[in-house]
């Protein structure tokens, strides 16, 4: 036991420290309101999408 597996104990802590403030989860519903949000963006954007008409498209397009 000398320095380097002193060294790298403190690099396991200090990384999981950082992953733990990556990915901590400010309230514990984040993730199911997350993916309803996402799943209604989706669901607006392909809407819009399916309702246009390809000329439509295409003038936003070359925009």
């Known amino acids: 036991?000398?320095?380097?597996?002193?060294?790298?104990?403190?690099?396991?802590?200090?990384?999981?420290?950082?992953?733990?403030?990556?990915?901590?989860?400010?309230?514990?519903?984040?993730i199911n309101v997350r993916t309803a949000y996402a799943s209604e963006i989706w669901a607006q954007l392909t809407k819009n999408h399916l309702t246009k008409s390809s000329t439509e498209r295409f003038r936003e397009y070359i925009r």
């Open 1 to 30: 036991m000398g320095y380097r597996t002193c060294l790298e104990c403190t690099l396991g802590v200090f990384l999981h420290l950082l992953l733990w403030l990556i990915f901590r989860q400010p309230h514990p519903n984040f």
